[in-house]
């Protein structure tokens, strides 16, 4: 049976100049290159320039991810961002991506799932696409998690970084199985009964401010390898593949022993899992799409390869995708 399939044509991605050490943390919150690194695996994370925005980052890994596609902007119907860290509480910064890229028609719109952004932006825009709705689609995941961070807080301000990823997607015919090229299947939950553990302590609505970020981590360590685990599973099956399927799995990057533990679970060696934490920390809704642009670039991922995308974040939030590249 013909289907049509969300397939992803190319990738981009782009992190801001400034590398932040663990070394250079220590000199200003009491902790330690070894703690961070022991408990997190993080060496180091990226930090947005002075007026460095994340509809920048967003643009530049677009740009990226539109030239490996070989897509002229012309050609695009859609543009989902997926963010925490909006330039603007409104208009969205998915719409000053649109401006910047020169981009006159289609429509472009946010995403807000926190670390899920990106997963949940990717199962929207293949909706569009599965439905015959549009075409083609841009999808990013782009965060300046420094702005909301608070720098006195050593048990949050170690684990998170800035930049930006992108996937282009194109509606093409498919076969109907795990077979075909594109996105074969995505699963989201969320659980608003959690948002006392990871949350901003501030808001357009509540204190007129854009606030702070707060979290329970051992609290939210505990809830995210069960969930992942489980959400990756459900995606698997929803694409009618297995563990044994999968070449790669792309993580949300926010702990190096939360992506072991969930790896561990799902039955898929740490060698089949692509891992940027240790350089980028935890970038949100951007970790994902970073790590999967870095694994196309270099190599490891090939058309053809399946891979299985999974993120938890606030909210709670979660979800994972099944996707042939
Ligand atoms: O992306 C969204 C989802 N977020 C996550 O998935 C994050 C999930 N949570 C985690 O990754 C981990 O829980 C953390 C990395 C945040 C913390 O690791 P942990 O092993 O759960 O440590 P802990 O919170 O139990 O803290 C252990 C100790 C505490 O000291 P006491 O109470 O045992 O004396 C903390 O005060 O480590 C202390 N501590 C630190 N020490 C040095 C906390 N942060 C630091 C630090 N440097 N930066």
Avoid at 39 to 48: D, E, K, L, S, Y
Avoid at 297 to 309: E, M, V, W
Wanted: hydrophobic fraction near 40%; include cysteine.
């Amino acid at each position: 049976m013909s289907i049509r399939r969300a397939v992803a044509l190319g990738s981009g991605s782009y992190l801001p100049e400034r590398i932040l050490t663990n070394a250079e943390l220590s000199r200003t919150v009491d902790t330690t290159d070894e703690w961070i690194q022991t408990r997190t695996g993080i060496r180091q994370r990226h930090i947005a320039a002075d007026g460095e925005f994340t509809s920048d980052l967003a643009t530049a890994a677009a740009r990226q991810a539109l030239e490996m596609a070989g897509l002229d902007i012309g050609a695009l119907d859609l543009i989902v961002v997926a963010t925490a860290t909006p330039d603007q509480t409104f208009p969205s910064t998915a719409t000053r991506v649109q401006h910047n890229l020169g981009m006159t028609q289609g429509f472009a719109f946010d995403v807000q799932a926190v670390c899920s952004g990106f997963v949940y932006a990717l199962s929207v825009a293949a909706q569009y696409i599965e439905t015959g709705k549009i075409t083609n689609a841009l999808v990013i995941g782009a965060e300046t998690f420094s702005r909301i961070l608070d720098w006195t807080d050593r048990t949050t301000c170690v684990l998170f970084g800035d930049g930006a990823g992108a996937v282009v997607l194109q509606g093409r015919d498919g076969e109907g199985t795990k077979d075909d090229r594109g996105i074969l299947s995505t699963e989201l939950r969320s659980d608003g009964a959690h948002n006392a553990l990871l949350y901003v302590d501030g808001g357009p609505s509540s204190t007129g401010t854009a606030g702070l970020l707060r979290m329970r981590g051992k609290e939210v360590f505990r809830h995210a390898v069960s969930n992942l685990a489980a959400i990756g599973d459900e995606a698997l099956k929803s694409a009618g593949a297995t563990s044994d399927d999968v070449d790669w799995v792309v993580p949300h990057q926010a702990n190096h022993r939360i992506i072991e533990a969930t790896a561990r679970k799902v039955g898929i060696p740490m060698e089949q899992v692509i891992l940027t934490v240790s350089e980028h920390g935890n970038t949100s809704a951007a970790s994902i799409p970073l790590a999967l642009d870095q694994g196309v670039r270099d190599g490891r991922i090939t058309p053809g390869n399946l891979l299985l995308l999974e993120a938890m974040g606030g909210g709670f939030t979660w979800g994972a995708a099944a996707l042939r590249w």
